[in-house]
């Protein structure tokens, strides 16, 4: 079975800092890798996927992340924290999803 | 293109009783799920169709929860009766020919006392 692990179910920053927020996955075939954020009282949005191809996928709102095989993860990033950053972000695997269990973002002044 | 539509947004119901959520999907998504979110927990997939059938209904709790899509189109799903444990956001997604892209609705809020 398919599992996602996310290190950190809350990290905070401060604004224009590094963001990074880890994924582990577990799979005996790559698959298929999402990060979603969840605003609050919202649904979930694609931020980006991995489905083939380039290992390092860029995404919407500056985010971008890179599949590492090797390790086994799929962290995210953006350079520099924006306020409207702070949010709920999940990491999940497909082709039938499988979320981690989330990691809140906080960015501070 | 509108997006996937929830309704209602809150629901507070006591133990034993029953509920009903309804789910409008992306116009032409032929693929529809319903999650359940726990506070505290990702997404975790409760029924799966495609067009009126159901693919993947492993998670369902069958002996309280129900679920039907009609048509193809809109879906409902139903808990007889609620449990405490329950309580939870209930969410809808679609997917359209983009393979595994789903896109997520607002959710249902539900709370049981």
């Known amino acids: 079975a398919q599992s996602v692990t996310q290190l950190g179910s809350h990290v905070s920053v401060s604004e224009g800092a590094l963001v990074l927020l880890r994924c582990n996955y577990s799979?005996?075939?790559?698959?298929?890798l999402f990060w979603y954020v969840q605003y609050p009282n919202q649904g979930l949005q694609l931020l980006l996927k991995?489905?083939?191809?380039?290992?390092l996928v860029k995404g919407i709102n500056g985010f971008e992340a890179e599949f590492k095989k090797s390790e086994t993860s799929f962290h995210l990033t953006k350079p520099s924290a924006h306020m409207s950053d702070a949010a709920e972000y999940f990491c999940?695997?497909?082709?039938?999803?499988?979320f981690g269990t989330g990691t809140r973002l906080q960015v501070t002044l | 293109e509108a997006g996937v539509a929830q309704s209602p947004r809150y629901k507070i119901i006591e133990k034993r009783q029953s509920v009903a959520f309804w789910c409008n999907p992306i116009s032409g998504h032929a693929t529809l799920y319903w999650y359940q979110q726990i506070l505290g927990q990702g997404p975790k997939l409760l029924i799966q169709f495609q067009n009126n059938g159901v693919v993947d209904d492993s998670q369902l709790p069958k002996d309280r929860f129900s679920a039907e899509r009609l048509k193809g189109v809109d879906s409902t799903l139903k808990i007889q009766p609620a449990k405490l444990e329950d309580s939870a956001v209930y969410l809808c997604a679609s997917r359209g020919r983009s393979y595994n892209e789903q896109f997520f609705g607002p959710g249902t809020r539900l709370t049981v006392l």
């Open positions: 991995y489905t083939t191809g380039a290992t």
């Open positions: 799979s005996s075939v790559p698959p298929y």
């Open positions: 999940a695997a497909g082709p039938k999803l499988t």
